[in-house]
């Protein structure tokens, strides 16, 4: 059973700079793909980023060039740096590792990231 904890969110003015991370225990880290979703207030969880084992990124059209994910397997982390955050990037963000053993699915906790004036 994989545990995924996020930390990083919190409040920032619109072009500023946030780095989110994702610890992971219990899984085979190296072998998992790992994703970052969000979830804005009355709106459905959208994939934000992903990055597979080989370090293949996958991005939202909408956050394209303004943020980057990367991952450290000796440390079974994930990061998600945002930059030049919009106003409409306001969501929870949630951690997201695909097991490339067992093929499950787990999820964080969730951090909340609040981009205003």
């Known amino acids: 059973q994989a545990q995924l904890v996020e930390s990083g969110g919190g409040l920032v003015q619109p072009g500023g700079s946030l780095r989110l991370s994702c610890v992971a225990s219990?899984?085979?880290?190296?072998?998992?793909?790992l994703g970052w979703y969000r979830q804005a207030p009355g709106g459905q969880r959208e994939l934000v980023a992903d990055i597979s084992s080989g370090g293949t990124r996958n991005y939202a059209g909408s956050v394209t060039g303004r943020f980057t994910i990367s991952r450290d397997n000796g440390k079974n982390t994930v990061y998600l740096q945002m930059d030049s955050l919009k106003l409409e990037d306001t969501a929870v963000y949630y951690c997201?590792?695909?097991?490339?053993?067992?093929?499950?699915?787990?999820w964080g906790q969730g951090t909340q990231v609040t981009v205003s004036s």
């Open positions: 219990g899984a085979i880290f190296s072998r998992s793909v």
């Open positions: 997201n590792l695909r097991s490339g053993v067992t093929g499950r699915s787990y």
